[in-house]
């Protein structure tokens, strides 16, 4: 009786610790949860507030400029017809705002070709010198390497000025490649794109060059296919930095070429001329337009970026 009695003070004991552990795990999944929830909220507000802005009538901006969330007039497209049709509102017309100019077609376009553009061409370049690096060492490419990673440590404004005396003296800045040339020597993406096919089996490429192939036609047929994730990721990122670069193309073009404007410069200029309450809402209409692409692109590709995240720990 002894021993049983011990044995079941014992049992008794277990689980009145185990339930213990599991009510602390469960407080800290809701404390967890809780503190995820706010975070998030804090995150999105901004981008909430810019949307629901962006609907509001000028004259809800002017004479309620803190109720966002309860428009007197009804939400509106006005904002947008502003930027994207010239359409003002008739009590609007004759007014010094109405005389601005809002290229938002050219803006747009020029966005989508120097980030998509930029993006497609520097994924070429980039793959191609990682395969280089990784399939075809030569001698003395580790210290090239090496030199190269280490200029990543070198920020991009240092060497702005350089690149924008190089643009002026090819005569290439009345063009949309003074957008994309610079940006086809960055080193982080080809660093990326070489650590992925460092986990392709070189054996793999040895049997296909015994076959007769050709390097490009290695590259193009066996390697990139098996590299598409990592492509997908630093396409996404090149992405989102040549649509959201902003100091660059403000460096190459002046006011007089407002029709080579990327939309990030335009909608700079837009910020700046709606300091008055009656057109803060064309600046977050312009704000909501430019997150819009990047958004897309994302979801788009977010299940590449998941795959590649998990695949990134697979030893192959």
Not at 27 to 37: D, E, H, P, S, V
Not at 126 to 139: E, G
Request: some cysteine; hydrophobic content about 45%; glycine content about 10%.
């Amino acid at each position: 009786m002894g021993k049983n009695q011990l044995t079941l003070e014992r049992y008794v004991g277990y689980r009145k610790a185990n339930q213990n552990r599991h009510t602390k795990i469960q407080y800290g999944k809701i404390i967890t949860f809780i503190f995820l929830t706010i975070f998030c909220i804090i995150w999105v507000l901004p981008f909430f507030i810019m949307f629901l802005g962006s609907l509001r009538g000028h004259l809800d901006n002017m004479n309620y400029p803190k109720e966002i969330f309860y428009p007197h007039s009804g939400y509106t497209l006005e904002n947008y017809k502003i930027l994207l049709l010239q359409q003002y509102p008739e009590d609007m017309m004759g007014s010094h705002n109405s005389t601005q100019e809002y290229h938002m077609g050219y803006w747009f376009m020029n966005s989508c070709i120097s980030a998509i553009g930029g993006t497609l061409l520097y994924l070429l370049v980039a793959s191609l010198a990682a395969y280089c690096f990784t399939f075809m060492p030569v001698r003395g490419s580790k210290v090239l390497f090496g030199i190269l990673v280490a200029s990543m440590v070198i920020p991009g404004t240092a060497t702005a000025v350089g690149n924008q005396m190089n643009i002026f003296s090819w005569g290439l800045n009345k063009s949309l490649l003074a957008l994309i040339l610079p940006g086809l020597g960055g080193v982080y993406g080809m660093y990326l794109i070489k650590t992925f096919f460092m986990s392709i089996p070189k054996d793999l490429v040895e049997s296909a060059k015994m076959d007769g192939y050709s390097n490009l036609e290695i590259f193009f047929r066996i390697v990139l296919p098996l590299g598409k994730t990592v492509l997908f990721v630093q396409g996404l990122f090149g992405f989102m930095g040549g649509w959201n670069d902003l100091v660059w193309p403000q460096m190459l073009f002046g006011v007089k070429d407002n029709k080579l404007w990327t939309l990030q410069v335009g909608m700079a200029y837009v910020i700046n001329n709606s300091r008055t309450s009656d057109l803060i809402g064309t600046a977050l209409a312009g704000g909501v337009i430019c997150l819009a692409p990047v958004l897309v692109a994302y979801i788009l590709a977010s299940n590449k970026i998941i795959e590649g995240m998990a695949s990134a720990g697979i030893k192959r």
